[in-house]
């Protein structure tokens, strides 16, 4: 079963405008972490934020905000204020408490940011 | 710190081919991973490290080796190389397995023809 999807292959926004990213995962771990990634193409992976399971509060990293409805079981990424420079492959992915830090990832969203 | 690096950057192997894949971290990481991402998609775990002289299969271990004699280095080695390995490889690295962010190597892009 797909543990992480991610259900936008792409995503266009206007530049200075908001998005959001979908992720939606499957874990019966009480104990998780959920991650986003930025991958430009130039290939390298970038961290971008981090939401526990545990966190009473959304995370939030400059312009990235991530939307966590845990009844829900998503973790959605929130850029706001879109830069050019925003345009890449973004990956969700989870890490489970008994999986040795392990990550499991999505198959991603390609945004485009229009001037 | 140069954090996790990865040679070569580039490589072309003929079917039947063997090589190896070089990572070094020099955080004084005990976790380390070897993942592959296909063209268009996410990225898949082939072996991880929890620490010197240990290792473990992840997802997709076929066709390949790892050992992990130091705690710097994660050397991932394909024997018989076949064209369903063309993929780029990360190797990624953290301190703990709860650890807030995995740091990843800049990748090795790996064609077998």
């Known amino acids: 079963a797909q543990k992480i999807t991610q259900t936008q292959p792409g995503m266009f926004v206007q530049e200075k405008e908001a998005v959001t990213l979908d992720c939606t995962y499957d874990?019966?771990?009480?104990?998780?972490?959920l991650f986003w990634y930025k991958q430009p193409s130039s290939g390298e992976m970038i961290f971008l934020i981090y939401?526990?399971?545990?966190?009473?509060q959304n995370a939030t990293e400059g312009r990235y905000s991530l939307n966590f409805q845990k009844a829900r079981k998503s973790a959605n990424l929130v850029i706001s204020a879109s830069q050019l420079g925003d345009s890449a492959m973004y990956f969700c992915?989870?890490?489970?408490?008994?999986?040795?830090?392990?990550?499991?990832f999505g198959q991603g969203t390609i945004l485009t940011v229009h001037p | 710190n140069a954090g996790v690096t990865q040679t070569p950057k580039f490589r072309i192997l003929k079917i039947g081919q063997s090589m190896t894949l070089q990572c070094a971290q020099d955080?004084?990481?005990?976790?380390m991973y070897w993942y592959r991402q296909d063209p268009g998609m996410g990225l898949k775990l082939i072996y991880y490290?929890?620490?010197?002289?240990?290792?473990d299969k992840g997802e997709v271990p076929n066709g390949y080796n790892v050992s992990r004699s130091t705690t710097e280095d994660f050397p991932l080695r394909l024997e018989l190389a076949a064209p369903s390995q063309t993929s780029v490889y990360f190797c990624?690295?953290?301190?703990?397995?709860?650890?807030?962010?995995?740091?990843f190597g800049p990748g090795t892009r790996l064609t077998v023809t």
């Open positions: 490290s929890v620490g010197a002289g240990i290792t």
């Open positions: 874990t019966s771990d009480p104990s998780y972490g």
């Open positions: 990624a690295s953290s301190y703990q397995q709860d650890s807030y962010e995995q740091y």
């Open positions: 939401q526990g399971s545990y966190d009473q």
């Open positions: 955080m004084n990481h005990n976790y």
């Open positions: 992915a989870m890490r489970e408490s008994t999986s040795y830090g392990k990550l499991t």
